[in-house]
């Protein structure tokens, strides 16, 4: 014997709460009773009490609630030899998995309304032979044509990004794939339903329609997503998007032209998934096209479901129940009408409530509400709100629409306590929402988080708060694409777009500046009047003396090797910058180790001398650079971060580009 629903048989463990509950209440009944009454005129006045009725109708109940539960929890024995016949109509369903299906242009994501719709849609082909394939950058049949149809949802239900390594969504590679896979079966005719958001056009197409025509295959094929497209969350890394080799977001768009191509050219239809549902009723006229293919009989077993003998014997019991108790008494017991009036005099106000009220008392919720979180971010207490948020977005009782204002709420509470990475995550959840207010909001609400992001990291990190803004210009547009007529809105994008303006000026001058330095460093300046070369002296003590000959004649002298070196670009390390820094750092920039450090003599003093050393050596390891304000110290960590985060993304991808080096 077994049960379908053996975790409902946990509800038998009321029966002995209510036998408790029965002899609580007949206790104080009975103590009420003695209160009441004398004991020489109870008989007189208490009327109708039988308590071996009224306990035998209370079992009676008991036991046709016990019965009714075991019922409902469908128990079963005994077994049914079934023998199934395999056959039907050929139909193959693939979805594309690339990451252009994570796009949540339609709700929740593309890949996730593609399966339910394709779970659905094996539902109602339940007397048909269904196979099932994946297909992004290459293309796999991952269960053959079968009427097994669990087994076929069940590998629909593991359907990820990750199935398939290569990116990007080849049907080419999908159609040779279904051919492969018919060549194979008897002939008959096939349906393929292409679950995808389209791809570029591909010139190999035209004669894999050809083929399929020939073999019998019609494509039906159904666009997953919408023309105006919307940013591709990046999986592997949170709070970012997909981005292309030049590092610009990628905006991914339903591209229906290619899948029109399919469809026609092999006689099917083209579908959009997010304006009518997709049932069988969509594709019957494609179906109707196709032969059934019949194959050897499938034998199963069937469980005997014997829920009606528990479920027959709790209604004759209930029956049973309501006829003793309707048989007539004479008269009702005082104590009952006194429990009653006890009851509804300790609800506060009980008199001058109606029933509306009393009902709203005893069902009356607790916990915060919305209200309570909004009133609190109002009062500016940012934290408080901050919680009241979080709670509430714990529980299942409010629709999609309440909880991305839950989501909007939190994401205004996490940005004015500065939490700008949990005011992007919960503005970007709050785009999810169909309202188009709500996401105008949230638009705009993430194109500010962005901008006082990149504000706060503009002296250490200006190129990413250049990113940073450019990301909240994008932003900002699809904000006011949602409201153009919102005066502030426009003013903030025309902000924002001038700082950014100003931002790129600024680096460009930066960059062009440290570029002529380094054009000049590469250049050795001779002397003048007597003036020797920076870095080009020996050890003759005179920095302006060059040497003569015999004849009098002027000859420049060759450096020798470690005593100094030309002057160079200005990079922090070398160059006329190598004083400023801690003395390793500036036998690293000099020489070896032990070479002499005076690199750069006053006239008429030698290399190495005292006054050099007491440059190099006297310069504190955590002085700031005039001109960038930083240590030396705190440059290398910052630089390590900005080179950490501009190059994990790009080490993290496990993925196989193809060709066209479009791999979302």
């Known amino acids: 014997m077994s049960f379908a629903h053996l975790h409902l048989l946990w509800f038998l463990l009321i029966i002995p709460a209510l036998v408790g509950l029965k002899l609580l209440v007949d206790a104080h009944g009975s103590k009420a009773e003695r209160l009441f009454t004398a004991a020489r005129l109870r008989p007189a006045l208490v009327m109708g009490r039988s308590l071996w009725r009224s306990w035998f109708v209370y079992v009676l109940y008991i036991m046709a609630m016990a019965c009714i539960i075991v019922a409902v929890a469908q128990p079963r024995w005994g077994e049914q030899k079934l023998e199934i016949p395999d056959k039907g109509r050929n139909i193959f369903i693939a979805i594309d998995t690339s990451r252009s299906m994570l796009a949540r242009d339609v709700p929740p994501d593309r890949l996730t309304r593609a399966r339910l719709a394709a779970h659905d849609l094996v539902v109602e082909l339940s007397a048909e032979r269904v196979g099932l394939m994946a297909f992004a950058g290459r293309a796999y049949l991952q269960a053959p044509l079968t009427t097994d149809h669990d087994a076929i949802i069940e590998s629909l239900l593991a359907f990820d990004h990750t199935i398939i390594e290569w990116g990007g969504s080849n049907l080419a590679d999908l159609l040779d794939v279904t ?120 034998q199963t077993s069937k469980p005997i479901e014997r829920f009606a003998w528990p479920l027959g014997l709790g209604i004759l019991l209930l029956m049973l129940a309501w006829i003793i108790s309707a048989l007539p008494r004479p008269a009702a017991r005082p104590v009952v009408l006194a429990l009653a009036v006890a009851t509804f005099a300790s609800a506060p106000s009980a008199q001058a409530a109606g029933p509306s009220d009393l009902l709203a008392f ?20 940012f934290k408080k709100a901050r919680d009241l948020y979080g709670v509430l977005l714990e529980r299942e009782d409010f629709d999609a629409h309440s909880r991305n204002e839950l989501f909007y709420g939190l994401a205004t509470a996490e940005h004015d306590l500065t939490n700008y990475d949990g005011s992007v995550k919960n503005f970007s959840e709050a785009l999810h929402t169909q309202d188009k207010s709500l996401r105008a909001r949230a638009h705009r609400g993430l194109g500010q988080t962005l901008y006082d992001q990149g504000v706060r990291g503009l002296q250490q990190q200006p190129k990413i708060t250049l990113q940073r803004w450019t990301d909240a210009l994008r932003h900002l547009d699809a904000a006011l694409e949602l409201d153009p007529e919102n005066k502030d809105l426009r003013e903030n994008r025309s902000h924002v777009d001038k700082m950014r303006a100003q931002l790129r000026e600024m680096i460009k001058q930066m960059e062009e500046k440290q570029g002529k330095k380094g054009d000049k460093g590469q250049k050795g300046q001779k002397g003048d009047k ?64 032990g070479e002499k450090e005076g690199q750069k003599g006053e006239e008429g003093q030698k290399p190495g001398g005292d006054e050099s050393k007491k440059t190099a050596k006297g310069t504190p390891s955590d002085q700031r650079n005039p001109r960038t304000g930083f240590t030396p110290g705190e440059a290398e960590g910052y630089l390590r971060q900005y080179m950490d985060e501009i190059t994990a993304p790009l080490t993290n991808r496990y993925h196989t580009p193809p060709p066209n080096k479009k791999d979302w």
């Open 179 to 298: 051919l492969r896979a018919i060549k194979s079966l008897p002939k008959s005719n096939y349906a393929l339903v292409i679950f995808s958001d389209g791809g570029d056009a591909d010139a190999n197409l035209a004669s894999y329609i050809q083929r399929l025509s020939a073999a019998g295959v019609v494509v039906v094929t159904v666009g997953v997503g919408t023309e105006t497209g919307t940013l591709i969350p990046n999986p592997e890394v949170e709070g970012d998007y997909i981005r292309d080799e030049a590092g610009n977001v990628v905006r991914s768009q339903l591209q229906s032209g290619v899948l029109k191509q399919l469809a026609s050219g092999t006689g099917g239809r083209f579908l959009k998934l997010d304006t009518q549902p997709l049932n069988r009723q969509s594709i019957q006229p494609v179906l109707d096209r196709l032969t059934e293919q019949e194959s050897a009989n499938r």
């Open 362 to 381: 005893m069902f009356q919720s607790s916990g915060p509400t919305p209200d309570d979180a909004l009133k609190a971010l109002k009062d500016g207490d």
């Open 530 to 593: 007597g003036e020797g070369q920076e870095g080009e002296e020996g050890d003759e003590g005179d920095a302006g003396k060059q040497g003569s000959d015999p004849d009098g004649q002027a000859e420049p002298k060759e450096p020798k090797e470690g005593k100094g070196e030309k002057k160079e670009a200005d990079d922090g390390i070398g160059g006329k910058d190598a004083k400023e820094l801690p003395e390793g750092r500036l036998q690293a920039a000099g020489g070896e180790p």
